[in-house]
C-alpha cells in the first residue's frame, strides 16, 4: 500500500503582533521575557513587526527594546512607517465620509477622536479614557473647539465610551451604513475604530507579504481583540491571547494564556521556537 502524503504547516518566518493585550500587560508594560521572546526570534532567523490602533508615536518606544527592523502599520495599518517614523503608506478615510461617520458616532453618545498624521484631536479632555490613551501612547492630544476644518486626510476616527453596548451597537450600524467604505472595528471594548476600509490588520498583513516576500502562509499572527480576527483569516498561523474573547479565541489555530501570564512569550516558545524565550 503506498505511503500518504505528508502534510506539514510551512516554516514561519515572520510574526506579526498586536500590541494592547497582545504585547504589552494590561498597565502597557513590556515585559523582560516578551522582549527576550522577541530577540528568540531573531536568533531563529524569524522577523517580527508589529500593529495597532497606536499612532506611530505611541509604537516608537518598543522600536529599541524589541530590534526591530520591519515596517510598523499604526492606526491598523492607515499609515505604515519605517522604525525611524519616517512614513511610507497613508490611507485615509474618504474625506466625503468624515463628518457623516463624526455624526453616527455621537449619535450613539461616543465622544470623538480625530487623528491625521502624527496628531491626535480630542474636543472634551476630561472624556473617558483620554488620560489612559495619553499615558499609552506617550504624548498628549491636541484639544480643540471643533472639527471643522480637519476633515480632510483623516486616517482614523475613535468613538469612545464605556458603554460596551453602545460601542457595539456603533460598529454594527457603521458598518451597515458605509459597508465597504471604511473598516468599523473594536481595538478594546471602549474603542471603535473607524479608518479606511484597506486599513486593516488583515490588509496589513497583505502589506508585510509582498513588501517582505514571505507568503502569508509563512506569517504568524498573535492577538486578543475582534479586529484581529482579520489578520489571523490570510495569515498560516494564527495566536489568540488568553485574554480574547471565546469568539476569537475560536477563530484562531491556537491559544495561549493570558497578556497578564507572559501569555506573548509563551506563545513564542510553544509554537514558533520550541524553547524557552
Do not use: C
Amino acid at each position: 500500500m503506498a505511503s500518504q502524503p505528508q502534510f506539514s504547516q510551512p516554516a514561519i518566518r515572520l510574526l506579526l503582533a498586536d500590541v494592547d493585550g497582545t504585547l504589552v500587560t494590561q498597565t502597557k508594560v513590556l515585559t523582560e521575557r516578551a522582549r527576550r521572546a522577541v530577540h528568540s526570534l531573531h536568533e531563529a532567523g524569524i522577523l517580527f513587526a508589529i500593529t495597532s490602533g497606536r499612532p506611530p508615536r505611541g509604537m516608537s518606544m518598543l522600536v529599541e527594546p524589541l530590534a526591530i527592523t520591519t515596517p510598523i502599520a499604526a492606526f491598523n495599518g492607515g499609515i505604515v512607517v519605517k522604525p525611524d517614523l519616517t512614513p511610507v503608506l497613508e490611507r485615509s478615510i474618504p474625506d466625503e465620509l468624515v463628518p457623516r461617520i463624526i455624526r453616527l458616532l455621537e449619535a450613539h453618545q461616543l465622544d470623538v477622536w480625530l487623528y491625521r498624521g502624527a496628531d491626535w484631536f480630542i474636543r472634551n479632555r476630561q472624556g473617558p479614557h483620554v488620560d489612559k490613551e495619553e499615558r499609552t501612547v506617550q504624548f498628549p492630544p491636541t484639544v480643540i473647539r471643533s472639527f471643522d476644518g480637519l476633515m480632510k486626510g483623516v486616517v482614523k476616527l475613535v468613538g469612545v465610551s464605556d458603554d460596551y453596548d453602545g460601542v457595539a451597537r456603533g460598529e454594527r450600524e457603521a458598518r451597515h451604513e458605509f459597508g465597504d467604505h471604511v473598516s468599523a472595528a473594536r481595538s478594546q471594548p471602549y474603542y471603535l475604530d473607524v479608518t479606511h476600509p484597506e486599513a486593516n490588520k488583515g490588509g496589513v498583513v497583505r502589506y508585510l507579504s509582498e513588501q517582505l516576500k514571505i507568503a502569508p502562509e509563512q506569517i504568524a499572527t498573535v492577538g486578543d481583540m475582534p479586529n484581529d480576527v482579520l489578520m489571523f483569516a490570510v495569515s498560516g498561523l494564527s495566536i489568540a491571547m488568553g485574554n480574547a474573547s471565546p469568539d476569537v479565541q475560536r477563530a484562531a489555530r491556537r491559544v495561549t494564556t493570558t497578556n497578564e501570564q507572559e501569555g506573548f512569550a509563551n506563545a513564542v516558545e510553544k509554537f514558533l521556537v520550541g524553547k524557552k524565550a
